[in-house]
């Protein structure tokens, strides 16, 4: 049997559910997710090592229309430099709801002249199942993307099938990465991440885009992970919301993250979290530098 192995971008609109297949397909959690658009701001390696291959996918943020912030600008450059060097583009879309934005992400998938494959997210959510092969057939026709292969990222449904069907694509080559190793990122991220992941879920319509987290502490001792965070908001009036009457609200929210991190570190964990406010830090491009986001 060939030994493949390669470079997948996951590539779509905001809230088609890139994180939620990235993490079926690695079968742990890696990258946040939610409800909201626009959970995702960086761009996660995931590494899936199989039998006769390697699958290195990258998450992306959503390629989306809308603002012209700092921040948007940010998202948007981060998801499409990821095109420039990868060997197949896996472009998400939500089955039964095509939008303008789908269409300007396919127009630069097709731009980057790249091999691409066209997933269709949340089957699950169709009506009626006889709806899928006409739906399919369309997509196929819209796009003029050959192979499209329909899933339930939530599910779990025929993403063995897609895995099987990314692994083929590939080039054949040795693996990038040691067997063990599943990211490149360091442990000190995904504990802002995870904490991000809390603030969004809890505070998602006060909050959508208002809130970043910096750690401040990270310190790994023998079966206790130390860490201090700071939750960088724009306004007091976002940060009376976060803290809540008394600090509960806030002790609430480090009590949920605090849980999180521990399942991800397989670690106990204190956790100290400061609510401090940068106003308009999202609109600030030195700001987002400093933060953590850069190219």
Known sequence: MKHR?????????????????????????????????QTTRHSILGINTLDDGQIIYIDTPGMHQRGDKAMNRYLNRTATSVLAGVDLVVMLVDAGNWTEEDEMVLQRVHRSKLPVMLVVNKIDTLKQREDLLPLLASLTQKTGIETVVPVSARSGDNCDHLEKTILQALPEGENFYAEDQITDRPERFFAAELIREQITRRYHKELPYSATVEIEEFDVQPHIYRIGAIIWVERQNQKAILVGKGGQALKETATEARKELEKFF??????????????????????LTRLGYSD
């Open 266 to 287: 397989q670690s106990k964990v204190y956790l100290r979290l400061w609510v401090k406010v940068k106003k308009s830090w999202s609109a600030d491009q030195a700001s």
């Open 5 to 37: 192995a390669g470079h997948v971008a996951l590539v779509g609109r905001p809230n088609v559910g890139k994180s939620t297949l990235l993490n079926r397909l690695l079968g742990q959690k890696l990258a946040i997710t939610s409800h909201k658009p």
